[in-house]
């Protein structure tokens, strides 16, 4: 499961990335919204900070908590779908493919190396929040939350990259009238198919 | 199914009216993203628009096209979930619950009144993509998309309400630190209980 591809990069991606370079900063471009199933069939959505692409793909590298309820669900069930509105130039994309957890276990090098050095570009805020009580029980004590400045060189385990891996990613430029909608879809050759369709 | 209820306002409602509010107008604080199950078990994921209340109830209401994925996703499979992301208070709600379509065909006066109600209050734009070309099919050429101006008081049988009947809500907030977070369960009385989780 190693990253590396030489494919040149599919047109989804420089669209994101210039969507991006439009939005000029402002954090709230990098909230997207990941949706999964539950083991009882039904969804769950939330927001998660995109982190980047995993080095020499096209996966999009989020990080989250072993015990948090998403990464409960995609050992379960892997299929997510992020929503990605970048509201300053209104264009959505929509990204489907299996997620996967990165956690300490994890043996494939490069990816190791990834959430290695997605814990060290975490503040030291929101590195504290992997020390927290287990969420969703009942509210601890406030002294469970405070907790000493953690190591930036070490992740502690249950600090995991959740990763999705694309296989189908639908845009709509609602800043264009009418709507435009492309649907990119992975191809078993690792190349990308592009339909435009209605929106 | 009438929406009348003599209960008070939850409230996780009344948090997130004082979350619009602090959003000052900012259209992208109605803009939320609604997660579905596909008929392959698959989630599904896509920003809509808050367009308010149903009178007399605390189910969110939103628009959409009777032909799209979410309809059919609905009539497959009801249980969904919103995230709202409200950034300028950094407030994250997640409502679950089932949702249902309001069309031409709904027999409930109360419901029917609001899906006329929520027609005439679109723009005219917005109006005019209800008679757009199928959606997903293959782009059609530009004339297809070129209608006249809609009738405002008479919807057509492509639009619906898009209808959530919240059974929880999950309140994160992370404007504060530790992060607060509060779940809401609507319980058989009619009322909601509320718990008080770690983050």
New interface residues.
């Given amino acids: 499961v190693t990253g590396e591809h030489s494919n040149p990069s599919p047109h989804w991606r420089s669209l994101i990335e210039r969507a991006l370079g439009e939005a000029a900063g402002d954090p709230?471009a990098y909230?997207v919204?990941?949706?999964?199933?539950t083991p009882g069939?039904?969804?769950?959505?939330?927001?998660v900070v995109f982190r980047g692409f995993i080095a020499g793909t096209d996966w999009l590298c989020f990080v989250t908590d072993v015990r948090s309820q998403k990464a409960r669900h995609v050992r379960n069930?892997p299929?997510?779908?992020?929503?990605w509105?970048l509201?300053a130039s209104r264009q959505?994309f929509?990204l489907?493919g299996e997620l996967a957890l990165v956690t300490g276990d994890e043996t494939d090098a490069a990816l190791q190396q990834a959430r290695q050095a997605a814990w060290t570009a975490l503040s030291d805020?929101t590195r504290r929040?992997f020390f927290?009580?287990?969420?969703?029980?009942?509210?601890?004590r406030?002294a469970a939350?405070e907790v000493a400045a953690p190591d930036g060189a070490q992740p502690p385990a249950t600090f995991c990259l959740l990763v999705l891996r694309p296989t189908q990613v639908d845009h709509l430029d609602v800043g264009s009238?009418?709507?435009r909608?492309t649907?990119y879809r992975l191809q078993a050759s690792g190349q990308w198919s592009q339909?435009?369709?209605?929106?």
Same sequence: chains 1, 2.
Wanted: a positive charge.
């Fill in positions: 709230a909230h919204q990941v949706a999964t199933v069939g039904r969804p769950a959505n939330r927001t069930q299929w997510g779908e992020v929503c509105y509201a959505q929509r489907a805020r929040q927290w009580p287990e969420p969703l029980l009942p509210r601890a406030p939350f009238y009418p709507h909608r649907v339909e435009t369709v209605n929106p």
